[in-house]
């Protein structure tokens, strides 16, 4: 398991489990930690990222709260299953991207169909014709 891809920084406005949240997410959201991916064990995690357990145990727990992981005592805990919780968290990321991009256009003047032209070439993979 690479931990050394776990980066925190104290210049971070959010709190560290936020951040140790977040990166996980983002690890799942990609699929680079599958459904049933053990995760780092709370002492192993706090340990590489210079955190306190309860850190560590505090991200653990918000992150089982949303249904992203379940624990198993005495097993570790693990990515929960790509249905469900976990399903509803990445369309909530994705309407959250969308929402920023909608606010970008709206600070940029874009018109909804502008707007739409834009992600359909992106979808498309198409340029925009602008640099």
Known sequence: MA?????????????MYVQIMDHIK???IEGTWPAGHGLPSIRELAVSV??????VKRAY???????IIYTRQGM??????QTGAVSEFKL??????LQQAAATARLLKLSDSE???RLTAVLNNKSTGEG
């Open 3 to 15: 931990l050394d891809t776990f980066q925190l920084s104290q210049a971070d406005s959010r709190p």
């Open 26 to 28: 983002q690890l799942v």
């Open 50 to 55: 210079q955190v306190s357990v309860i850190t």
């Open 61 to 67: 727990q918000e992150l089982e709260g949303a249904g």
């Open 76 to 81: 570790g805990s693990f990515v929960a299953e």
């Open 92 to 97: 909530r990321e994705l309407d959250d991207t």
């Open 115 to 117: 707007l739409i032209e």
